[in-house]
């Protein structure tokens, strides 16, 4: 009887323990949703907020003080495109709407897929810096040998810290994985 | 406990069966403990032998005996092999030995998945081993397997690679399950939680740890083997994902893991300084609680492994004070180790001469993961030998150094015979010599500059290396002294009597000795 | 008992301390201990970390005495009957209040130096920092140094000696395995921001003298920055692996005073316009060939080994390979613009007209592929 009933404890602690080992194994893969939640919320890793563009234009401008915006671009070497900002920097008001165009050239002899990846130093930054229009949004198919003029338009939180001046906005095109 | 005596013998009726059939279908605890034992050893000298093949490579500047990548597979097999292959089955092993008949079980509560849980081990270790003579070669992106190094740039053989930790994963939280229904469902009577030797204090909680921090391992390598196959893009900037990203994950199994390797060592050596001093463990509770603090603190803390990563401050802040705090709790034990020590009668038998050498030497580990834990500090130190100094210092000359003292504790009462002391002592210290001789001087070298997994080295760093690399081959040979010591132990020697040493706790001391197959099937009253 | 002698308990005791204490002894010293650098962070970071150092010493010398005096003293064989005490709750809250304050006193310096050590802003030079498998690329993005970038590769001469089995005397090779073709040049007394990235796996940016450690990831910009004091030349490596040649990508920093630098600049501009003419002419294949070697042993041999062999099963060998023995404008695409899914890299963008020119000519007249053509500038600029 005894016996019986230490083996049905057993069986319980067993069917228990493994239904949190299964959670944890579930809760590894929630990492990912609440990793990407956690860097939107405190702008770790770049992630920049996306808004309106009628949001924007409803913004104040600060005039008081002016942020320069330097554009950094990189695309990966097993990617032959040729990609550059057609303004190196820019200064903005913060508050005021910000506007970059890039170039984007395909120099292979076929089509290519890539996508671009944003990132913002220094970090901090990172939640205050709100774009309205980027080509990072979606991934970009040229054709060979085509070029297309890409802008980006951006807008920095009025109450972004006082101590910023410099911001460097960078772009990473990785040639797409899937097609 | 001297009452106990009279429930052993009625009950070896029926022994063991003979022959191959009796190990790969045991599920009696002692026998389990003896395969994860054994099989622990045999990892022990394999991993031992790629450490050597490291420390010839290194032993002068230029290269000789292997080529990069191949240096890289050995980094990598080797850490991988003596965290999963060496010291958690060595600690499981004890756990299986021991566990039982310190709370006066009659086996594990689940001794079919038991056998389960240890035959997946061979075979996921010959798997990991397989790929070293697979065309690309094994893994080669170190232990920790940064996204995209092993995702994207990964090697042909990577996706065994993934299946083995996923055996090894299984394995470990099969065996945790195991420990936790055991330690809660099968104490005797009297045995309260408050009652349990450290040791089974310490595998509880660690039990704890690894059923929390193994899924998300095997999470993580779940996640790397849909990168590389399924198109999907977790790690994989280039559709989206993010390497740092796998870093987190990584981590928050990782630095838990770290106290999976050092909790039942803590165990070990709180059972072993009070048989030694003669007086009882000072501070019993607090050692609870701390080890439970401990636990708790080592999920909130992954991302000292990341400090150049570029995380924002605030992060960086946090998990710097995190890491810090870690060492209030272990400061805790290290004085009540002392403490019990103090106006103690200490004897120095070859158990005790392993846990003083623990005490000294991985609280100079502790020291220096202080020093790693000060952010701006670490950004000199990161991956540096310091770093591989002060793991080493914590893994091998505390946990290793804990599973030696445990067998040469419990060796006796496990064969029914006392080992050469005379050998046992030379074996300590051959050990504790060359152990220092091998990773002392990689503080140095991490101080002045050498990264670590490079497999050649600026002039400036030749002399510290040779040293080194004497002390490795030192202490690696001494190991095969270990395993001499062993197999005379087993076929023979002097008669062990039943409580082996001069007045030690605990139940497992009232049964015979050798202790017999079938131990408390009546369970003993606890007083 | 079964005792032993106290010399050796004492050996014993000793051993663990005395490593401790020989640490401190010679910390003057570069070779055993961290480098105080040459930047005000620099010299923060070690005075922190020797701050620490002497707190563990002081408590590690603490903790052993009293242990080792356990040791001696409270043995059986002296007689000793063993007390019954086995907790005491004053001293517990006691240990676990006292390491709590030491813990406050490091955190607050501590936490000085990491927000100085963040705050990269209101630089004067700002430049870019790549990582490549296995070398790094340097790009300075300031108006007056327009356009200048480079690779930086492990020096011919340490590569050559670093080769398996090449056995020779590392003494006479000039800083081995610390030397580049091209270092990053930096004004001092100026405050430079580097934007770390990578082209392909982690990486790590680390000069020990600099104070500066930063990882460079794939897709991520990370800033970080220092501001040199003095000149001279400072040496550093890749910390994070990488890869096959994780330990042989160094990195040398050489910190020239402002006016130096700027002559720097000019000499680098004014060398790559001369570059440019020159690829304009039409080279011999001697030439080309001679150029072509060079570049071969920096950028491609690192998979395809120097002897054109390759590593069977993970880089394809150039020796009679289809690609090299095959159609020219084939041979100039795959270089330019590098063999998706493998780790053939795009060098079009790394490499100039004539380097291209240079190797591909190389590539398909060395290691018995004898085809004889030689690929001139011209040819790689159309292709472009």
């Given at each position: 009887?005894?016996?019986?009933?230490?083996?049905?404890?057993?069986?319980?602690?067993?069917?228990?323990?493994?239904?949190?080992?299964?959670?944890?194994?579930?809760?590894?893969?929630?990492?990912?949703?609440?990793?990407?939640?956690?860097?939107?919320?405190?702008?770790?890793?770049?992630?920049?907020?996306?808004?309106?563009?009628?949001?924007?234009?409803?913004?104040?401008?600060?005039?008081?003080?002016?942020?320069?915006?330097?554009?950094?671009?990189?695309?990966?070497?097993?990617?032959?495109?040729?990609?550059?900002?057609?303004?190196?920097?820019?200064?903005?008001?913060?508050?005021?709407?910000?506007?970059?165009?890039?170039?984007?050239?395909?120099?292979?002899?076929?089509?290519?897929?890539?996508?671009?990846?944003?990132?913002?130093?220094?970090?901090?930054?990172?939640?205050?810096?709100?774009?309205?229009?980027?080509?990072?949004?979606?991934?970009?198919?040229?054709?060979?040998?085509?070029?297309?003029?890409?802008p980006v338009h951006f807008i920095i939180d009025?109450?972004?810290?006082?101590?910023?001046?410099?911001?460097?906005?960078?772009?990473?095109?990785?040639?797409?994985?899937?097609? | 406990?001297?009452?106990?005596?009279?429930?052993?013998?009625?009950?070896?009726?029926?022994?063991?069966?003979?022959?191959?059939?009796?190990?790969?279908?045991?599920?009696?605890?002692?026998?389990?403990?003896?395969?994860?034992?054994?099989?622990?050893?045999?990892?022990?000298?394999?991993?031992?032998?790629?450490?050597?093949?490291?420390?010839?490579?290194?032993?002068?500047?230029?290269?000789?005996?292997?080529?990069?990548?191949?240096?890289?597979?050995?980094?990598?097999?080797?850490?991988?092999?003596?965290?999963?292959?060496?010291?958690?089955?060595?600690?499981?092993?004890?756990?299986?030995?021991?566990?039982?008949?310190?709370?006066?079980?009659?086996?594990?509560?689940?001794?079919?998945?038991?056998?389960?849980?240890?035959?997946?081990?061979?075979?996921?270790?010959?798997?990991?081993?397989?790929?070293?003579?697979?065309?690309?070669?094994?893994?080669?992106?170190?232990?920790?397997?940064?996204?995209?190094?092993?995702?994207?740039?990964?090697?042909?053989?990577?996706?065994?690679?993934?299946?083995?930790?996923?055996?090894?994963?299984?394995?470990?939280?099969?065996?945790?399950?195991?420990?936790?229904?055991?330690?809660?469902?099968?104490?005797?009577?009297?045995?309260?939680?408050?009652?349990?030797?450290?040791?089974?204090?310490?595998?509880?909680?660690?039990?704890?740890?690894?059923?929390?921090?193994?899924?998300?391992?095997?999470?993580?390598?779940?996640?790397?083997?849909?990168?590389?196959?399924?198109?999907?893009?977790?790690?994989?900037?280039?559709?989206?994902?993010?390497?740092?990203?796998?870093?987190?994950?990584?981590?928050?199994?990782?630095?838990?893991?770290?106290?999976?390797?050092?909790?039942?060592?803590?165990?070990?050596?709180?059972?072993?300084?009070?048989?030694?001093?003669?007086?009882?463990?000072?501070?019993?509770?607090?050692?609870?609680?701390?080890?439970?603090?401990?636990?708790?603190?080592?999920?909130?803390?992954?991302?000292?492994?990341?400090?150049?990563?570029?995380?924002?401050?605030?992060?960086?802040?946090?998990?710097?004070?995190?890491?810090?705090?870690?060492?209030?709790?272990?400061?805790?034990?290290?004085?009540?180790?002392?403490?019990?020590?103090?106006?103690?009668?200490?004897?120095?038998?070859?158990?005790?001469?392993?846990?003083?050498?623990?005490?000294?030497?991985?609280?100079?580990?502790?020291?220096?993961?202080?020093?790693?834990?000060?952010?701006?500090?670490?950004?000199?130190?990161?991956?540096?030998?310091?770093?591989?100094?002060?793991?080493?210092?914590?893994?091998?000359?505390?946990?290793?150094?804990?599973?030696?003292?445990?067998?040469?504790?419990?060796?006796?009462?496990?064969?029914?015979?006392?080992?050469?002391?005379?050998?046992?002592?030379?074996?300590?210290?051959?050990?504790?010599?060359?152990?220092?001789?091998?990773?002392?001087?990689?503080?140095?070298?991490?101080?002045?500059?050498?990264?670590?997994?490079?497999?050649?080295?600026?002039?400036?760093?030749?002399?510290?290396?040779?040293?080194?690399?004497?002390?490795?081959?030192?202490?690696?040979?001494?190991?095969?002294?270990?395993?001499?010591?062993?197999?005379?132990?087993?076929?023979?020697?002097?008669?062990?009597?039943?409580?082996?040493?001069?007045?030690?706790?605990?139940?497992?001391?009232?049964?015979?000795?050798?202790?017999?197959?079938?131990?408390?099937?009546?369970?003993?009253?606890?007083? | 008992?079964?005792?032993?002698?106290?010399?050796?308990?004492?050996?014993?005791?000793?051993?663990?301390?005395?490593?401790?204490?020989?640490?401190?002894?010679?910390?003057?010293?570069?070779?055993?201990?961290?480098?105080?650098?040459?930047?005000?962070?620099?010299?923060?970071?070690?005075?922190?970390?020797?701050?620490?150092?002497?707190?563990?010493?002081?408590?590690?010398?603490?903790?052993?005495?009293?242990?080792?005096?356990?040791?001696?003293?409270?043995?059986?064989?002296?007689?000793?009957?063993?007390?019954?005490?086995?907790?005491?709750?004053?001293?517990?809250?006691?240990?676990?209040?006292?390491?709590?304050?030491?813990?406050?006193?490091?955190?607050?310096?501590?936490?000085?130096?990491?927000?100085?050590?963040?705050?990269?802003?209101?630089?004067?030079?700002?430049?870019?920092?790549?990582?490549?498998?296995?070398?790094?690329?340097?790009?300075?993005?300031?108006?007056?140094?327009?356009?200048?970038?480079?690779?930086?590769?492990?020096?011919?001469?340490?590569?050559?000696?670093?080769?398996?089995?090449?056995?020779?005397?590392?003494?006479?090779?000039?800083?081995?395995?610390?030397?580049?073709?091209?270092?990053?040049?930096?004004?001092?007394?100026?405050?430079?921001?580097?934007?770390?990235?990578?082209?392909?796996?982690?990486?790590?940016?680390?000069?020990?003298?600099?104070?500066?450690?930063?990882?460079?990831?794939?897709?991520?910009?990370?800033?970080?920055?220092?501001?040199?004091?003095?000149?001279?030349?400072?040496?550093?490596?890749?910390?994070?692996?990488?890869?096959?040649?994780?330990?042989?990508?160094?990195?040398?920093?050489?910190?020239?005073?402002?006016?130096?630098?700027?002559?720097?600049?000019?000499?680098?501009?004014?060398?790559?316009?001369a570059a440019e003419e020159e690829a304009k002419?039409?080279?011999?294949?001697?030439?080309?060939?001679?150029?072509?070697?060079?570049?071969?042993?920096?950028?491609?041999?690192?998979?395809?080994?120097?002897?054109?062999?390759?590593?069977?099963?993970?880089?394809?060998?150039?020796?009679?390979?289809?690609?090299?023995?095959?159609?020219?404008?084939?041979?100039?695409?795959?270089?330019?613009n590098g063999k998706s899914g493998t780790a053939?890299?795009?060098?079009?963008?790394?490499?100039?007209?004539?380097?291209?020119?240079?190797?591909?000519?190389?590539?398909?007249?060395?290691?018995?592929?004898?085809?004889?053509?030689?690929?001139?500038?011209?040819?790689?600029?159309?292709?472009?």
């Open positions: 009887m005894q016996e019986l009933q230490l083996q049905k404890a057993n069986q319980q602690l067993l069917l228990k323990l493994s239904a949190v080992a299964v959670l944890m194994f579930g809760f590894g893969f929630a990492l990912v949703p609440l990793y990407n939640l956690f860097c939107d919320i405190t702008g770790l890793n770049g992630k920049t907020g996306q808004v309106s563009v009628t949001e924007a234009r409803n913004t104040t401008i600060d005039m008081s003080r002016s942020i320069t915006v330097r554009f950094v671009t990189t695309s990966q070497s097993e990617l032959p495109w040729e990609f550059k900002p057609l303004a190196d920097k820019i200064t903005v008001h913060p508050g005021e709407l910000g506007k970059v165009n890039f170039s984007i050239k395909n120099m292979a002899d076929h089509a290519i897929t890539a996508q671009a990846i944003p990132s913002l130093a220094p970090t901090k930054v990172s939640k205050y810096f709100n774009k309205t229009e980027c080509f990072c949004f979606s991934q970009q198919t040229l054709q060979a040998g085509e070029e297309i003029i890409a009025p109450a972004a810290p006082k101590d910023i001046s410099q911001v460097i906005l960078s772009y990473t095109f990785f040639k797409s994985t899937k097609g | 406990m001297s009452t106990a005596t009279a429930h052993d013998t009625a009950h070896d009726h029926h022994g063991p069966p003979a022959g191959l059939s009796r190990w790969l279908f045991t599920t009696n605890h002692k026998d389990i403990g003896t395969l994860y034992l054994w099989f622990s050893f045999t990892m022990l000298l394999i991993g031992g032998a790629m450490a050597m093949v490291i420390r010839a490579e290194l032993f002068q500047p230029g290269m000789q005996i292997v080529d990069p990548n191949f240096f890289n597979q050995m980094t990598t097999l080797h850490g991988l092999i003596m965290v999963f292959g060496a010291i958690m089955p060595a600690f499981v092993g004890l756990a299986n030995w021991l566990i039982p008949m310190m709370i006066g079980a009659p086996d594990m509560a689940l001794p079919r998945m038991n056998n389960w849980s240890f035959w997946i081990l061979p075979f996921a270790g010959t798997l990991l081993l397989s790929t070293l003579f697979m065309e690309g070669g094994g893994p080669n992106f170190g232990w920790t397997f940064y996204a995209p190094l092993s995702t994207t740039y990964g090697p042909e053989s990577t996706d065994f690679f993934i299946f083995a930790v996923h055996l090894l994963g299984m394995s470990s939280i099969m065996g945790a399950i195991n420990i936790i229904a055991t330690i809660l469902n099968m104490r005797a009577p009297g045995m309260t939680l408050m009652k349990m030797p450290l040791f089974v204090w310490t595998w509880l909680i660690t039990a704890f740890l690894l059923i929390a921090a193994m899924p998300v391992l095997a999470g993580a390598v779940t996640m790397m083997l849909a990168d590389r196959h399924f198109g999907t893009s977790f790690f994989n900037a280039a559709g989206g994902g993010d390497p740092i990203l796998f870093q987190h994950v990584f981590w928050f199994f990782g630095h838990p893991e770290v106290y999976i390797m050092i909790l039942p060592a803590f165990g070990i050596i709180s059972q072993i300084v009070p048989t030694f001093s003669r007086k009882k463990l000072f501070g019993y509770s607090s050692m609870v609680y701390a080890t439970a603090s401990i636990a708790f603190l080592s999920f909130i803390v992954w991302a000292h492994h990341m400090y150049t990563v570029g995380m924002p401050v605030a992060g960086e802040l946090f998990f710097m004070y995190a890491t810090i705090l870690i060492s209030v709790p272990t400061g805790v034990k290290v004085f009540n180790w002392v403490a019990t020590m103090w106006r103690g009668a200490l004897t120095f038998e070859v158990p005790m001469l392993w846990a003083l050498a623990f005490i000294f030497l991985f609280t100079l580990g502790g020291f220096s993961g202080l020093m790693l834990g000060v952010t701006p500090a670490d950004t000199q130190y990161h991956d540096t030998y310091f770093v591989v100094a002060h793991f080493h210092y914590v893994l091998v000359a505390g946990a290793l150094f804990s599973i030696i003292a445990a067998v040469y504790y419990w060796l006796p009462k496990w064969t029914g015979h006392m080992y050469d002391q005379t050998l046992a002592k030379i074996h300590f210290w051959w050990s504790v010599i060359s152990v220092n001789i091998l990773f002392f001087p990689m503080h140095f070298l991490g101080l002045a500059g050498m990264p670590r997994r490079i497999p050649d080295y600026a002039i400036q760093f030749a002399e510290f290396n040779q040293l080194a690399s004497i002390g490795g081959f030192a202490f690696g040979l001494s190991q095969l002294l270990f395993l001499y010591i062993l197999i005379k132990t087993i076929r023979g020697g002097e008669k062990a009597t039943d409580k082996v040493w001069e007045k030690p706790e605990g139940l497992e001391w009232t049964v015979a000795s050798p202790a017999p197959y079938h131990t408390f099937a009546t369970p003993p009253q606890v007083k | 008992m079964r005792n032993l002698s106290v010399n050796k308990h004492l050996l014993l005791a000793l051993l663990g301390l005395g490593n401790v204490v020989y640490a401190g002894s010679v910390f003057a010293e570069y070779k055993y201990n961290m480098t105080q650098g040459v930047t005000p962070i620099s010299g923060e970071i070690y005075d922190l970390h020797m701050m620490v150092f002497w707190i563990v010493t002081a408590i590690g010398i603490g903790v052993f005495s009293v242990m080792i005096y356990s040791i001696i003293n409270h043995r059986k064989s002296k007689g000793v009957k063993p007390a019954e005490f086995h907790e005491s709750t004053e001293v517990e809250v006691l240990w676990t209040i006292i390491p709590f304050v030491i813990l406050i006193f490091i955190a607050f310096p501590a936490t000085k130096t990491l927000l100085a050590l963040e705050d990269s802003s209101d630089a004067d030079v700002t430049i870019k920092v790549t990582g490549y498998q296995w070398k790094w690329h340097y790009e300075y993005l300031d108006d007056d140094a327009k356009g200048l970038s480079f690779f930086s590769n492990l020096d011919a001469e340490s590569n050559e000696a670093r080769q398996l089995g090449a056995n020779q005397d590392l003494s006479q090779v000039d800083h081995y395995l610390l030397n580049v073709d091209n270092p990053i040049v930096l004004p001092t007394n100026k405050k430079v921001r580097f934007l770390v990235t990578s082209n392909d796996v982690i990486h790590s940016w680390w000069v020990p003298a600099l104070g500066v450690k930063q990882d460079a990831i794939p897709g991520y910009i990370n800033d970080t920055w220092t501001y040199l004091k003095k000149p001279g030349v400072y040496r550093g490596q890749c910390t994070e692996l990488c890869g096959k040649d994780h330990g042989f990508m160094p990195i040398v920093v050489l910190a020239k005073p402002e006016n130096e630098y700027k002559e720097w600049l000019a000499q680098k501009q004014a060398e790559k316009k002419g039409v080279w011999s294949l001697e030439k080309l060939m001679t150029k072509g070697e060079q570049v071969y042993n920096t950028s491609c041999a690192g998979c395809h080994q120097a002897n054109g062999k390759g590593l069977p099963g993970m880089f394809p060998a150039i020796a009679g390979s289809k690609i090299a023995l095959g159609p020219i404008a084939d041979h100039i695409n795959t270089v330019m053939m890299q795009a060098f079009g963008a790394q490499l100039s007209d004539a380097d291209l020119a240079a190797v591909i000519t190389y590539e398909r007249n060395a290691f018995g592929n004898n085809t004889g053509d030689a690929v001139q500038p011209s040819d790689i600029k159309s292709a472009r």
